[in-house]
């Protein structure tokens, strides 16, 4: 199984079936405050839909395209970061997270996509990493404005959010500006 030592607090760890309960118990919980950003909150509604989902994220995984883990902080699951597919002619990727309420403010994003930042280069080899965020989603935009990600625009209308459609910031981060930022 896959995880991801970050540092003595946090560790990413790859999606099994044994964590659909529990997952689901963070979604559940943190409904509301992640339903603001997040378009399919609303429509999980049951632990039982991870068993078909988890499955295509360990195949995701499998076909290194990509995978789904959890942000375990101290032991509990706090959230859920990963890599969406990859284009390995282009060499790049984009991430994608999300973070329980009662977790923000102890620096447990920004760690968990610096870590991934740095496998994916290191590791991966591959030369971009995208962030994608709602415009107005002040608290994940700061994840890779802290990390030295180029705000390169923003898409109109690019996700339909339930009701209606809001625009989302992209970031963008090459390799040799990571690696330079390490000296």
């Not at 118990?25 to 409904?31: C, E, G, K, M």
């Not at 902080?73 to 706090?78: D, R, S, T």
């Not at 290191?122 to 002040?138: D, M």
């Amino acid at each position: 199984m896959f995880t991801l030592k970050v540092d003595e607090e946090l560790e990413l760890q790859l999606f099994q079936l044994q964590h659909a309960e529990e997952l689901f118990a963070l979604v559940d919980f943190n409904r509301q405050h992640l339903r603001v950003w997040l378009p399919w909150v609303d429509n999980t509604t049951s632990a039982v839909q991870y068993n078909s989902i988890i499955p295509m994220w360990l195949k995701q995984f499998a076909d290194h395209n990509g995978f789904n883990a959890g942000i375990r902080y101290k032991g509990k699951l706090a959230g859920s970061i990963g890599l969406h597919q990859i284009d390995w002619h282009n060499k790049q990727t984009s991430i994608g997270y999300f973070l329980g309420e009662g977790f923000q403010g102890k620096g447990i994003m920004t760690r968990s996509v610096q870590a991934l930042v740095n496998y994916s280069f290191f590791e991966l080899k591959l030369n971009r990493i995208e962030i994608r965020c709602g415009i107005g989603n002040t608290k994940s935009r700061a994840i890779p404005e802290r990390l030295g990600f180029t705000q390169e625009g923003i898409v109109r209308d690019a996700e339909f959010l339930y009701d209606h459609f809001h625009d989302l910031a992209i970031y963008g981060l090459l390799y040799r500006e990571w690696f330079e930022s390490l000296k």
